[in-house]
């Protein structure tokens, strides 16, 4: 009986073991993912970012074929990147 108690015991004590390396298994992957998560949320904001200067580009290249000079353009384009700052600062928050 004492034996059995002590084999008990012996196995107790391994699955302890290996259950808190498992817990701190799970708390590195779980920052692992936050990390992926956080780099993955700031590629999308570069991607909008390089597409919005994409779009930009191409209003200001299809006004200026239209007779527009680019001090012409400055101010409206000026204004449109206030807007889109402000929507992409809008989206952060609600993020």
Do not use: W
């Not at 084999?7 to 992957?29: G, H, P, S, T």
Request: one cysteine or more; proline letters at 1%.
């Amino acid at each position: 009986m004492e034996e059995n108690l002590r084999e008990l015991e012996k196995k107790i004590q391994v699955l302890r073991k290996e259950y808190l390396q498992m817990q701190a298994n799970l708390q590195k992957a779980n920052s692992r993912i936050e990390e992926l998560n956080a780099k993955v949320e700031e590629q999308e904001v570069r991607l909008q970012e390089q597409e919005q200067q994409e779009h930009i580009d191409k209003i200001a290249d299809t006004l200026e074929i239209n007779g527009l000079k680019s001090a012409e353009l400055q101010p409206v384009l000026d204004e449109y990147i206030q807007k889109i700052d402000h929507c992409i600062a809008f989206l952060s928050t609600q993020l």
